[in-house]
């Protein structure tokens, strides 16, 4: 009888893991899917690109959403704001704000 109590406690523990396991596996599946970053206008300034906050313009918003379509990028509008999903390195995010402010490209695509 001790047996039998023994190996059900372990069945009981080992089924507590795996839940565990799998309940942390969708937390972090369904927050990384979900997860939209705050697009920032990039600029070169002293050869470093640093994003800018508030210099978000109605116009670059419309121009960088053109952008995003164009290239794929998932993203959403909230409380005037531009969010974009995925990771996307400092380099190619001051790539689509060239983008976003060449008038000669946005008319071109």
Known sequence: MFQLHKASNV???IMKYIFIILSL????????TNN???YSPIFLIDNK???IPDSL???HSRNIQFVFKYYDVDFKIQDNKVFYKGDINKELMWNYTLKANDAEWLTSQ
């Open 11 to 13: 069945s009981l523990q």
């Open 25 to 32: 596996s969708a937390l972090t599946c369904c927050n990384s």
């Open 36 to 38: 939209f970053k705050e």
């Open 49 to 51: 690109m640093i994003a």
């Open 57 to 59: 313009t109605e116009q």
